[in-house]
């Protein structure tokens, strides 16, 4: 049976760390910037890492990038 492709759109969107963790960017960046405030700007714009239960539902998917 061959190998699970990586998903492609998933690939582009997270990263993973050396320890094992995933980092994600956050949402609500897209636009309608000038309705929240500086520091929820700045806030969003930093990276975060994914919740471990978020990790196992995807696991499948991101398990080629690992």
Same mark, same amino acid.
């Given at each position: 049976m061959p190998k699970q492709k990586t998903h492609s759109g998933l690939k582009k969107r997270i990263k993973i760390t050396a320890t094992g963790k995933v980092k994600r960017s956050h949402a609500y960046t897209?636009?309608?910037?000038?309705?929240?405030?500086?520091?929820?700007?700045?806030?969003?714009?930093?990276?975060? &890492?994914?919740?471990?239960?978020?990790?196992?539902? &995807?696991?499948?998917? &991101?398990?080629?990038?690992?």
């Open positions: 897209g636009h309608f910037a000038t309705n929240k405030t500086s520091k929820q700007n700045r806030n969003l714009h930093k990276s975060a &890492i994914m919740d471990s239960r978020d990790v196992k539902r &995807i696991n499948s998917v &991101i398990s080629n990038m690992r």
